[in-house]
């Protein structure tokens, strides 16, 4: 090790190290620097005091205030639940065709609404709830509704479902066959006949004399439908099963018909109660009907449609 000295060009002592010739001045640290180094290694042994710190084998020091990331995570989830169970008792307390009266609550059963929809509803409906035409999953976002889109209709399909064996009040509606029961000619004009509904195709006094004696007793002499016995209205040009003539045929031959779970006693009644509120949100929901006092062909009440089937 070579000797200090002072370094000519900056009045500096070298600290006596050589290498080919290259010295290291002896430059001191800023005093801020170093204070500021100083001040950390007293918070790190602050914070090892204090806080959780050395790792052991099944545990860590826990430190004297006895903090854990968990347990902080534990309150905030606590405070969560608090407020959110506040909002589930007043949205319990309330009954589901009121909650737009409050907006706020409407709110809340909305957000709820839309999040238990994305662990149990979007498998059919799909993650915008456009649904699905092939496999016949209806579209919730229209304003086309088979049993009723005010929100008490809503809530009564999300609790007793679509053809739910055992369940008394499950929405139920039955499409007879007619395989065999028409020639070519006449399905072809029963065809045609729900089709001029929406100008769709030509009209016939065949077509419209077979609709007359075997389809206007549920779909109504002008394909208004009825909620009532959940027959579909077939002169909105919305179709559940498809629109074209042959996907007509095939309905009138033979029918499809789904099915949706009931979601009482699968989920709590506020889980319920909020679902209806989301779905009712998504564009279509109506502000009230009266669904029994609703006729087939009344233009107040003829708002059936093919979605919910």
């Given at each position: ?16 190290h050589e290498w080919d ?31 959780p710190a050395w790792p ?70 799909g993650s915008g709830a ?180």
């Amino acid at each position: 090790m070579a000797d200090k000295h002072v370094d000519e060009a900056t009045g500096t002592k070298t600290v006596g190290h050589e290498w080919d010739g290259i010295e290291e001045l002896d430059t001191p640290l800023p005093r801020w620097w170093l204070w500021t180094f100083y001040l950390t290694i007293v918070f790190a042994i602050g914070y090892v005091i204090a806080f959780p710190a050395w790792p052991m084998i099944d545990r860590a020091t826990a430190g004297v205030l006895g903090w854990t990331s968990r347990g902080q995570l534990a309150e905030e989830m606590n405070a969560t639940d608090r407020a959110r169970q506040g909002m589930r008792e007043q949205i319990a307390a309330i009954d589901v065709e009121k909650l737009p009266g409050t907006q706020d609550l409407m709110q809340q059963a909305v957000a709820g609404g839309a999040a238990a929809f994305r662990v149990n509803c979007v498998q059919c409906h799909g993650s915008g709830a456009a649904g699905s035409q092939t496999l016949g999953y209806p579209n919730l976002n229209d304003d086309d509704w088979l049993w009723g889109g005010d929100l008490k209709a809503i809530h009564t399909t999300l609790l007793h479902g679509i053809r739910q064996h055992g369940d008394d009040e499950t929405r139920s509606s039955v499409m007879p066959p007619f395989e065999g029961a028409f020639d070519p000619a006449q399905l072809s004009a029963v065809a045609d006949h729900v089709l001029s509904f929406n100008g769709k195709a030509r009209d016939s006094q065949l077509g419209a004399q077979l609709y007359a004696d075997n389809c206007a007793v549920c779909h109504g002499p002008k394909g208004g439908g009825n909620r009532e016995v959940g027959a579909p209205r077939l002169n909105d040009a919305i179709w559940l099963y498809g629109g074209s003539k042959e996907q007509i045929v095939q309905q009138i031959l033979r029918p499809r018909m789904g099915m949706m779970p009931k979601w009482e006693g699968r989920l709590d009644p506020v889980t319920i109660k909020m679902l209806a509120a989301y779905v009712h949100s998504l564009g279509g929901g109506e502000q009230s009907v009266a669904m029994e006092a609703a006729t087939p062909d009344d233009p107040a009440s003829e708002q059936a449609a093919v979605d919910v089937e």
